[in-house]
């Protein structure tokens, strides 16, 4: 069991580096939940969906994508329920699904992808409901805010916060652009801008271990 409960009706299924699996949450209203991220693959998905039923708890109504990659969307396929995200990380899993070599060169270049499929087929699906910008969604005493933000990783990131729980998931919006991670000044200061004026407790990002609002801004000031 790898399930964490990070408050009485959030629960987290913490990132592996193994595999650069990236942590995967449900929160829980009263009306519906709601997953964060789809997962690499169907077994990722799948394991996160066992623990969740071993806890007695339900399987997600709907799933936010944080943004486009593969760690955390080639899992659409295998989901409960439907599927959320930006336009422009519909617009990116579009692009790569139309791009013959994109999986192969994929899993030429990506140690971790590789390991993640072994000899396993790589089922890329799209989102079921698109929005731009921002979208509110009633959970029952509970409500996920997810907002695009401005991040030097991708231009689809998608944070999501719960208000009432003061928890915000980052995606991966606070790393650099892949494979070389590096960082875009400007962006990224935009991206502290708008972190500066959320009011949040815990700060969930999807390849490390929850930060506290202090510790995230002065984590990312002290990679300007
Ligand atoms: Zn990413």
């Keep these: 069991m790898k399930l964490e409960k990070l408050t009485d009706d959030i629960c987290i299924y913490p990132f592996e580096p193994d595999r650069d699996r990236p942590t995967l949450s449900l929160i829980r209203g009263f009306h519906r939940c709601l997953a964060v991220d789809a997962g690499h693959s169907r077994e ?6 066992h623990d969740l039923k071993e806890s007695g708890l339900p399987l997600p109504d709907i799933t936010v994508l944080t ?11 295998a989901i409960s329920g439907v599927s959320v995200a930006e336009r422009r990380t519909r617009r990116k899993l579009r ?3 139309e791009d ?5 060169r994929l899993l030429s270049t990506d140690e971790y992808v590789a390991r993640e499929y072994e000899n396993r087929k790589i089922t890329i699906s799209l989102p079921d409901i698109v929005f731009d910008e921002s979208l509110d969604i009633d959970l029952g005493g509970l409500h996920a805010h997810c907002f695009h933000v401005p991040s030097s990783h991708t231009n689809d990131c998608t944070c999501i916060l719960i208000p009432e729980r003061g928890v915000l998931y980052l995606g991966d919006c606070i790393s650099g652009a892949y494979p070389d991670w590096i960082i875009d000044p400007l962006p990224f200061e935009k991206l502290i801008e708008t972190l500066e004026m959320i009011d949040f407790t815990v700060a969930v990002g999807s390849h490390w271990p929850p930060f506290s609002q202090e510790e995230l801004l002065a ?4 990679n300007l």
């Design 44 to 49: 990722h998905v799948g394991e996160f969906y």
């Design 67 to 77: 943004h486009w990659h593969w760690d955390h969307s080639f899992a659409l396929h």
């Design 95 to 97: 692009e790569a699904m």
């Design 100 to 104: 013959a070599e994109f999986i192969p």
């Design 219 to 222: 984590y990312l000031r002290s």
